[in-house]
């Protein structure tokens, strides 16, 4: 069966122009317009992506993709922001409460049904990727099967996306990853864009993971690298 896609919207021409073009392209969708409904929905469907608008009638978009971040359940669903709000700090925001991807208004349908799959097939790698290592490096602990992280034996709780972009930093540590390398390799999109979100993703996974984000070593105009020796 194809992938079911919760879409959160209130905008009928807007919810009409998602629908038709995620159909299209083979994914099943439900519609809430609000906030109580989208909850509602989450009880009554288990979605693989929810396509959430920040500005409901009734309450924040942004308060639930927290909810769904801090449900035993829901938490590894991915969550795809659809906004007017384009400002850094809006993504920020957006990015801190965790979700995968931030889209702003007006945006070209095309990019967007791109986006949606690029989510999804990172979703489904991040399932059937089952690694066995369990690793000590200086005062972080990293099980990647289970998909744990400990900084000085605290569990640390990192969203899906942060836990893939510190599993690919991780894994390739004393190599330098370009912001293009880690789009590519993370969020699995070629073009040269969203550099950004990239910076600020490596932000705030540094944020969570207190003193060992130090780790993580900015190499100026290129990216990111890991460092290669434990502490």
């Not at 009554?44 to 035993?72: Q, T």
């Not at 207190?210 to 070593?217: K, L, N, Q, T």
């Amino acid at each position: 069966m194809s992938e079911l896609i919760l879409i959160v919207e209130d905008e009928s021409d807007l919810v009409e122009s998602l629908e038709y073009n995620l159909q299209q392209t083979g994914y099943r969708t439900r519609v809430a317009d609000d906030g109580e409904s989208a909850l509602n929905a989450l009880d009554e469907v288990d979605p693989d992506l929810v396509v959430l608008d920040l500005m409901l009638p009734d309450m924040a978009g942004i308060e639930i993709c927290r909810r769904i971040r801090n449900d035993d359940e829901m938490h590894q669903l991915p969550v795809l922001i659809l906004t007017a709000r384009g400002e850094e700090i809006d993504r920020i925001t957006g990015f801190e409460a965790g979700a995968d991807d931030y889209v702003v208004k007006p945006f070209c349908i095309d990019e967007f049904v791109l986006r949606v799959q690029a989510i999804l097939r990172r979703s489904h790698h991040s399932d059937e990727q089952m690694k066995t290592d369990r690793v000590n490096f200086g005062d972080l602990y990293v099980d990647f099967a289970a998909h744990i992280t400990r900084v000085d034996e605290e569990e640390v709780e990192l969203t899906p996306l942060e836990f893939q972009l510190l599993d690919v930093l991780f894994t390739r540590r004393g190599h330098t990853q370009s912001r293009q390398t880690l789009l590519r390799d993370v969020w699995d999109i070629e073009a040269d864009v969203m550099t950004r979100t990239v910076d600020t993703h490596v932000q705030r996974l540094r944020a969570k993971l207190a003193h060992c984000g130090e780790y993580i070593v900015t190499v100026r105009n290129v990216g990111y690298r890991f460092i290669a020796e434990s502490p």
